[in-house]
């Protein structure tokens, strides 16, 4: 079960590097495109601005999920690098749990918003408000399965006594 969990949940990952990749690059050509635009033709674009901020969000929700797939999120590791191993697991296991918790809230009002936002209309944009909250609700989904994944292998490595990455690629 475990097993199949992190290939889905590495899958998922492989698809978001993907995604992001995609993402960056139309971040590019559309800031290349309005500047083109803008300072050539003489001709700004309204709805650029609107759609680079956009895929910022984006950007920032699929690299999330990354991030916690390859144990880069934030935290003071210098205090808990400094416990021995056992301790420093079961203070990380209680730590990644909380933080399902309020990623848990975090996609459960996102979901909500985004239905509730699905039809205003972002300044000259071609993209709804309600989107913006989907890419919030599926970065928070995709870092709660990496979570998941980083615990199951934490208490793995309590359980067995083996040495554990805590990340998942």
């Not at 889905?8 to 990952?13: D, F, K, L, R, T």
């Not at 420093?88 to 996609?107: E, P």
Request: charged share 10%.
């Amino acid at each position: 079960m475990r097993t199949k969990l992190s290939a889905a949940v590495g899958a998922v990952n492989k698809v978001c590097a993907l995604l992001l990749g995609i993402d960056m690059v139309a971040l590019f050509l559309i800031l290349l495109l309005q500047i083109f635009s803008r300072f050539v033709a003489f001709l700004p674009l309204p709805w650029s601005q609107d759609l680079i901020v956009f895929l910022l969000v984006v950007g920032v929700f699929l690299g999330a999920g990354s991030a916690t797939a390859n144990g880069k999120q934030i935290r003071l590791e210098v205090f808990v690098d400094a416990l021995p191993q056992t301790v420093r697991n079961v203070i990380l296991i209680v730590a990644d749990v909380i933080s399902i918790v309020f990623l848990l809230i975090v996609t459960k009002q996102a979901f909500s918003l985004t239905m509730e936002n699905m039809s205003v209309i972002v300044g000259a944009s071609p993209v709804t408000f309600g989107w913006y909250y989907a890419a919030v609700a599926f970065g928070a989904v995709v870092m709660i399965l990496n979570f998941v994944c980083i615990i199951l292998d934490r208490v793995d490595t309590l359980v067995h006594g083996a040495q554990g990455e805590g990340e998942r690629k």
